[in-house]
């Protein structure tokens, strides 16, 4: 069954992405919107791939993180094999970090090991080659690779310490992005203090001017390379941004809207929550949208949501606590105390979707602790709040956290999607504008793509095939 069916879906995902455009034009009185995911090098390590992300539902990738070399002003993988190098399967059976079509019951291990032993299993070279597969299988993807990361104020101050130094990494961030067939660059400086917003008002400017020159060599139309750059949530953070300058080269801000609370707060608290609360804590994604939406254009702005929660020994929300929750079978670092959202909420532990926070929590029945993260309910929520106010769309830090199995019905992003109207209400890039990596160094991504050549055919299969991931799992 598995051997006529596969063909079947991977060209039917072939066709999805080409006529997205044509659905666009069909019904473009409607705003679109960007559906995102950091997807990290290191969660490789966990047996989820690029290709476990349900390349239906999402717009554009960020590849984390290229990190600053500052010997050369350029960048390295923090592993380079497994980035570029590896054996990946594009097919595999961890049902773990499975994606939507991939249920238990289409890919538990023994099914899939006997239906794969008749197949022949298609490999990418490197998790950047399955990235490239990828956006053959869905034109229009969208892959920027993310620079910096985590405590990386320091190696960008660095980095542009000089008008000379700033070109040279500016220029090798485009080389880089270009060689590996990207089609953008996601810069994540955190974060500038005071004395460095200048020097990233200056990258920004010398890295957009770099994108154009490139597009000018590479044939393809201004402003088609992205240049995202992530924000903190903390409005004192935020003052120190030049966006009158930024706000001209970047195509989007990517809104961190999380980490509010965690071990370093003096209490337990939401770390996500949309509105801001009583308690101590004036934080809020709110506060921090409606002062940007003074400041840029609000179809810049993509909202951040975590797909983990954070955890607290503690009795509840505005409450002393002592540590990480006690969660049997998950183990976190006590200066985090993360919890990965496909494991919310935990067992024996009850999950309250608060409102009026725009935030949910799970708490212990037996009084172990509690869990602050977004549920699909906070998700919807916060998809509405993305509709009304004609923001640009969403992004999850990161890809592996979410709980994709269709049977379960809890991923956040799907709940997104269908909050938003479907997907039809997706922004799908131009799949014409695609960088074909073969400009920049010979080389062409392994592609398995059918051919589709009629728009109506197009329209059909792409409709047809949103659901067919779900039919396909009632079916085997
Ligand atoms: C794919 O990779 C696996 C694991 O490295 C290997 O055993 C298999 O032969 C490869 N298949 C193909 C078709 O290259
Ligand atoms: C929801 O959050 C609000 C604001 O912080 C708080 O007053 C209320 O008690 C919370 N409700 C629940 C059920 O947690
Ligand atoms: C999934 O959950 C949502 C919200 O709870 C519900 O509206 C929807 O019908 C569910 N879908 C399926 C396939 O059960």
């Known amino acids: 069954m598995l051997s006529k069916v596969l063909p079947v879906l991977l060209s039917f995902c072939a066709c999805y992405g080409g006529p997205a455009s044509d659905l666009e034009t069909a019904t473009n009185d409607h705003p679109t919107f960007v559906t995102a995911l950091y997807y990290t090098e290191w969660s490789f390590y ?26 050369s002003e350029g960048t390295y993988w923090g592993d380079e094999n497994i980035a570029l190098e590896e054996t990946i399967p594009l097919i595999h059976e961890d049902t773990m970090s499975s994606f939507g079509a991939r249920d238990e ?45 985590e405590n990386t104020n320091h190696v960008f101050e660095e980095a542009t310490s000089s008008e000379r130094k700033t070109e040279r990494f500016c220029q090798n961030l485009v080389n880089t992005m270009r060689k590996h067939g990207f089609d953008g660059i996601d810069i994540d400086w955190e ?7 200048l020097k990233l008002s200056n990258l920004i400017k010398i890295l957009k001017d770099k994108l154009s020159s490139a597009e000018i060599e590479d044939g393809m139309l201004p402003n088609t390379y992205l240049l995202s750059l992530a924000l903190p949530l903390d409005v004192s953070s935020l ?40 308690t101590k804590s004036v934080s809020s994604v709110d506060y921090s949208v409606q002062y940007l939406l003074d400041k840029i254009d609000k179809t810049q702005l993509i909202l951040g949501m975590p797909n983990y929660g954070r955890s607290f020994e503690g009795m509840g929300a505005g409450l002393p606590f002592r540590g990480c929750a006690n969660i049997p079978g998950i183990k976190q670092e006590q200066n985090q105390c993360i919890v990965n959202y496909h494991n919310l909420p935990p067992k024996d532990y009850t999950e309250v979707h608060n409102y009026t926070a725009g935030s949910s929590y799970a708490y212990s029945n037996k009084g172990l602790g509690i869990v602050f993260y977004d549920s699909p309910q906070a998700v919807r929520q916060k998809a509405n709040y993305v509709k009304d106010l004609g923001l640009a769309g969403g992004f999850w830090w990161d890809s592996y956290g979410d709980n994709y ?71 085997l």
């Open 46 to 71: 966990n047996k989820h791939y690029p290709i476990d992300i349900p390349l239906s539902h999402i717009t554009n990738i960020y590849y984390a993180f290229a990190k600053i070399d500052l010997k």
């Open 191 to 197: 974060f500038p203090d005071p004395k460095s917003a």
């Open 239 to 278: 003052k120190t941004y030049q966006f009158e300058t930024l706000r001209s080269y970047v195509t989007y801000f990517n809104l961190m809207g999380y980490d509010i609370s965690g071990p370093w707060s003096e209490l337990a608290n939401y770390h996500s929550n949309l509105y801001s609360l009583e």
């Open 105 to 149: 019951n289409l890919y538990s291990y023994d099914y899939a090991k006997t239906s794969f032993e008749a197949e022949s299993i298609v490999n990418s070279t490197g998790l950047i080659g399955q990235l490239l597969q990828m956006k053959e299988l869905k034109k229009g993807l969208k892959v920027s690779l993310a620079i910096g990361g």
């Open 405 to 475: 199995r269709v049977k379960e019905n809890r991923s956040l992003l799907y709940s997104f999607v269908d909050e938003l109207g479907g997907l039809h209400m997706l922004k799908m890039g131009d799949p014409s504008s695609n960088f074909r990596p073969e400009q920049a160094d010979g080389t062409i991504a392994s592609s398995y793509a059918t051919h589709c050549s009629s728009p109506d055919l197009q329209i059909f299969l792409s409709i047809v095939s949103s659901w067919f991931f779900f039919f396909l799992v009632f079916m």
